[in-house]
């Protein structure tokens, strides 16, 4: 998960108590957990755990530093997100020294939470009411506006927004120098970490650490449940044998069309947004080119346009949105507002939130091999003579049976995957088959509404007239948007099945002849020239193959 997720993205790191002790049942121990947003589920997956019978900046380092060393896993986040504690942030400023050290961020729960607590505290109110309801109320009302003149600098746009704002917040805040105080020293330091106008690199949409908040509460509740007086090696266990598995399994159910994958509070807004525009609005917004590109216009500037990516899914049947060239999708990577209105008025379906296999369990390929021949290594094709075929009944190669088993791996995976979609068709199917003659029936009343409409005995208030009409628009553009949804998906399948499916790319390098091939062509990347091969000819890569027979083996 690491490997997958970890890697240049952002990584929630946080600790909890109470979960086990240490050499003695006195001993108390903290376990560490680096948390990734899954870009499948959408939701949290804990990728790294320590534990730890010290709280300070120390371990943190040590454990830090293994990761970031180990030759296979080299983990390198772009950021962190933490609670605002200095101990960590510490610890990872210390661990990833420069150039390479990741963006910090704080988490605007706890950033909050700690801000609330403190102006309870800090801030009083002036209008000089005796003690009692009064006074709690002016203080009260005193709290919330320094609270709420906070989160403007949070929300400043620029730096040079979050200094204007800040030299009033402080003057309008002089009367209460403590908490002037409070915030000079204590958050001012760190802007960088809190404000919005610093964060603006991709990180996800990840704000604040629920994900590990979150992560934590199921440990607490779901796995461990009463048991609080075991030892590590128990809580370990638990981790490796349930946790860790269980996560897996949502990862590959979500993967398989099995489940969806989660939305958070800022995707569900980018939905209600594209869905809160009049429709004929949004037929305006939404262009669709003769090739098949689609851009979106944006939705306060305008002329301003995005584009939008499409690809076919991963059983090459429908055109999916995976992509736009906004800011917001570059800098959270999820269906942006602009891609739910293109899911609205075009019905195509988003890659990451649709019920389907995702491209990420059909697009998996074996890793690429080491070449054991010296000619292999330096590309140069190897004479037939050089290599004598083997003999019947010989072992095959290593590289053959890996590769032999992570085709079988794949062939399975998509055949359960296909199953998935199948079922899903056949619901679709019943589901319009109920639907159809029901339409009929609407057209039976149309015809009978239209006889009757001139006759003296024909009866109806204006306002049934006017939901009849408002209702059947509803049900035209809905019946608009199906018809328009298959064409488009003809148009795309048609266009896809002359460019695409007879053409794969082959990452490894088939060292042994495979008769099955028997002939084909190929082209280098990045060139037109094409080169005949004959039954049996040794092929290396990386090399585009565009076969005209059935392939047996590969």
Not at 359 to 387: F, I, Q
Request: proline share 5%.
């Amino acid at each position: 998960m690491m490997l997958a997720y970890g890697q240049g993205s952002v990584v929630c790191l946080d600790s909890t108590h109470n979960t086990c002790f240490g050499f003695e049942k006195a001993e108390k121990v903290w376990l560490y957990t680096l948390v990734v947003r899954s870009t499948t589920t959408g939701r949290g997956i804990p990728a790294g755990f320590m534990f730890t019978n010290a709280e300070h900046a120390q371990p943190i380092i040590y454990w830090l530093e293994c990761l970031r060393r180990d030759p296979r896993l080299r983990f390198k986040p772009s950021h962190f997100m933490i609670d605002c504690f200095t101990t960590e942030l510490l610890a990872i400023r210390t661990a990833f020294t420069a150039p390479s050290t990741p963006s910090v961020l704080f988490c605007d729960w706890h950033m909050l939470k700690a801000m609330t607590a403190n102006s309870k505290l800090k801030v009083k109110g002036h209008e000089g009411h005796p003690q009692g309801a009064l006074r709690n109320q002016d203080n009260q009302l005193a709290q919330k506006e320094a609270r709420s003149g906070f989160l403007k600098l949070v929300n400043a746009s620029d730096p040079q927004a979050v200094a204007e704002e800040l030299a009033r917040y402080l003057e309008r805040w002089k009367c209460c120098p403590a908490w002037t105080k409070y915030v000079e020293e204590q958050w001012l330091p760190y802007k960088e970490l809190w404000g919005r106008a610093w964060r603006r690199e991709a990180h996800r949409g990840i704000d604040t650490n629920n994900f590990i908040e979150t992560w934590h509460n199921q440990l607490k509740t779901a796995y461990l449940g009463m048991m609080r007086k075991q030892g590590v090696d128990v809580l370990l266990c638990i981790l490796l044998k349930q946790c860790v598995p269980d996560y897996r399994s949502n990862e590959l159910r979500v993967s398989l069309g099995l489940d969806s994958c989660a939305m958070t509070k800022a995707d569900r807004e980018a939905r209600r947004k594209a869905q809160d525009l009049p429709y004929l609005e949004a037929l305006a917004l939404v262009e669709e080119a003769e090739g098949g590109s689609i851009t979106v216009e944006s939705f306060s500037v305008s002329g301003q346009r995005y584009r939008l990516r499409t690809r076919l899914d991963a059983l090459g049947d429908e055109v999916e949105l995976v992509g736009c060239s906004c800011f917001y999708f570059q800098q959270r990577e999820f269906p942006c507002k602009h891609m739910w209105l293109a899911n609205r008025v075009l019905s195509l379906p988003l890659a990451q939130f649709s019920r389907k296999i995702k491209a990420s369990v059909t697009d998996r390929a074996p890793a690429p091999a080491p070449s054991a021949a010296p000619s292999a290594a330096a590309g140069a094709p190897a004479p037939p003579s050089a290599a004598p075929p083997p003999a019947a009944g010989a072992p095959p190669a290593a590289a053959a049976s890996v590769s032999a088993a992570a085709a079988l791996a794949s062939a399975v995976a998509a055949t359960e995957a296909s199953a998935a979609n199948q079922a899903m068709r056949a619901e679709r199917d019943q589901i319009l088959a109920a639907a159809l003659p029901e339409i009929g029936k609407i057209f039976a009343m149309g015809d009978n509404i239209r006889r009757q409409v001139d006759t003296d005995a024909f009866s109806c208030s204006r306002q049934a007239a006017t939901d009849l009409v408002s209702r059947l628009e509803v049900v035209q553009h809905i019946m608009v948007d199906v018809l328009q949804g298959r064409q488009l998906h003809h148009r795309q399948q048609v266009s896809a099945q002359k460019t695409f499916t007879t053409t794969f790319v082959v990452d490894t390098c088939i060292q042994q002849p495979h008769s099955a091939l028997e002939e084909g062509e190929w082209r280098q990347p990045h060139s037109s020239n094409t080169v005949r091969a004959s039954a049996g000819a040794a092929i290396r890569s990386p090399l585009y193959f565009t076969f005209h027979h059935k392939l047996d083996v590969l």
